[in-house]
């Protein structure tokens, strides 16, 4: 792998104009480094009352297999996906095998060796995960997929570099970059009630179910919303319960 190329990355997305750009000079550095295969995936905090996100549903950018996308969701491969549990605890880049083998005693054991053989058929032979953390810990990662390839620590260290830089240049040039850097104040702690409506929010709910449920006024529940998003910094509730999970306020 020429390292000299991912330095040079790391300067040529800084002066990216738009999102697309940026997409495109990573993709042809990965491509140019041997990797088939990658995606760019937001972290969601997994919501016990809804569904998980598709990967797919949340990725900044990527290419797979065709048909891989369509396989992983038929099949629910999101529940069980070895890497996906591995990146929920990892501090550091990993290749696919040390999942793996973190859990080769697991329940789902048969099902994620039948995942692995399913991939390998579609081309993902072995591949690589660099997380992405924030202050308050895993904001994305980039996972990198193809034919087996042996990366240096240099080379790992630089990914994970590309990884990190991409990931904020396509946020900055979204407009997005701000609100995963809010901070919540750490003196305007939410109450029970501000707690208690902001998880029936996350599960879907209306004001006006929300007020039938807690017994009050629909009237009281937007002036507890509106506590809500002031305290959040929030622009509108989706914002808030988008924020609350990214501050673990609610899991």
């Known amino acids: ?118 991939a390998f058929g579609h081309g993902m032979e072995d591949g690589y995960i660099f997380p992405i953390h924030g202050r308050n810990g895993i904001l994305a990662s980039l996972s990198l997929a193809g034919k087996p390839i042996e990366l240096s620590p240099v080379e790992i260290a630089l990914l994970e570099a590309v990884a990190r830089k991409a990931f904020w240049r396509l946020l900055d040039l979204k407009g997005e970059a701000p609100a995963l850097e809010t901070v919540v104040p750490a003196d305007t702690p939410l109450t029970r009630r501000e707690m208690e409506i902001l998880h029936y929010l996350a599960e879907g709910m209306t004001s006006m179910e929300i007020s039938k449920l807690l017994k009050i006024s629909n009237h009281t529940v937007d002036w507890y919303m509106n506590g809500l998003q002031g305290k959040l910094k929030a622009k509108n509730r989706q914002q808030a319960v988008a924020l609350a999970f990214r501050h673990r306020l609610i899991s």
């Not at 042809?28 to 480094?33: D, F, V, W």
């Not at 290419?63 to 992983?72: G, H, K, L, M, T």
């Not at 696919?96 to 005693?105: I, Q, T």
Request: hydrophobic share 45%; with cysteine; net charge negative.
């Open 1 to 118: 792998m020429n390292i000299n190329l991912l330095i040079q990355l790391l300067v040529i997305l800084e002066e990216c104009p738009n999102p697309e750009a940026v997409v495109t000079e990573v993709e042809q550095i990965l491509h140019g480094c041997g990797f088939e295969y990658y995606g760019l995936l937001r972290h969601v905090p997994r919501n016990p009352v809804q569904h998980d996100p598709e990967l797919w549903a949340v990725a900044l950018a990527g290419r797979w297999p065709e048909q891989w996308p369509e396989i992983y969701a038929a099949k629910k491969y999101a529940l069980i996906d070895p890497m996906v549990r591995y990146l929920a605890h990892a501090q550091r880049p990993f290749r696919w095998r040390e999942a793996m083998v973190a859990f080769h005693k697991d329940a789902h054991q048969r099902r994620m060796e039948q995942m692995m053989v399913d």
